[in-house]
Each structure stands twice: as C-alpha cells, then as structure tokens.
C-alpha cells in the first residue's frame, strides 16, 4: 500500500511560477512509476506527465512540454512538479498518482491517488 500527499499548490499570476511536491509513504516507492494529472471544474481528469521508477522514461502532455518538468528523488521518497510559465487554463486540482505497471499515460494504470492540491492562475 502507498499514500500520496501533495503540496505546493496555490494562486499564481500568469507568468508565474508554482513547484508541487508529492511525498510517498512505504518503502516500495522506487519500483512505482509515477505521474502528474489534473482535473478542472466540469473535465475529465486529464494526464500531465509522468516518470518511470528508473527515470528512464519521461512523458508530458502536449499543453505543458517545455513549462513543466517532473522529477523524483527515490530517496526522499518524492516525486515533484515544476511548473513554469503558468497559463489561466492550467488552473486545476493537481493530482499524484502510482502505478507498478508499464503503462503511464493512462490515468486507469494508476493503483494509487493522493487527495490533490489546487493550482490557480490568474489572468
């Protein structure tokens, strides 16, 4: 079993700049991957990025390549989400999840959800 809890979440201008932190209990936390989505108001919760547990394999979604960058330290038991350059529609919950499967852009891969932190950017 694996519980995620994120933080760093808050309101933001456009422009700006917000760091999420996800910290995972247990001591399996290398052998999940692990990744990033969001849910806005009235959305499906939709894939954001995701890394692999030997970091071999990095994704992202289309709308945040080149402003996010997702990023784990096994030893801390922690994956992170540096989001750069922030948009009014990356206004969302930001959710953490675990996966001991291959698959990673699917959010049904994923065993394990923390509770989610919101993210809002002002215009």
């Known amino acids: 079993q694996v519980q995620l809890v994120e933080s760093g979440g808050g309101l933001v201008q456009a422009g700006g700049s917000l760091s999420l932190s996800c910290a995972a209990s247990?001591?399996?936390?290398?052998?999940?991957?692990m990744g990033w989505f969001r849910q806005a108001p009235g959305k499906e919760r939709e894939f954001v990025a995701a890394?692999?547990?030997?970091?071999?394999?990095?994704y992202y979604a289309d709308s945040v390549k080149g402003r996010f960058t997702i990023s784990r330290d096994n030893a801390k038991n922690t994956v992170y989400l540096q989001m750069n350059s922030l948009k009014p529609e990356d206004t969302a919950v930001y959710y953490c999840?675990?996966?001991?499967?291959?698959?990673?852009?699917?959010?049904?891969?994923?065993?394990?959800w923390g509770q989610g932190t919101q993210v809002t950017v002002s215009s």
């Open positions: 890394i692999s547990r030997g970091v071999g394999r990095i």
């Open positions: 999840a675990g996966t001991g499967r291959y698959e990673l852009l699917d959010r049904q891969s994923y065993n394990y």
């Open positions: 247990g001591r399996t936390f290398s052998s999940y991957g």
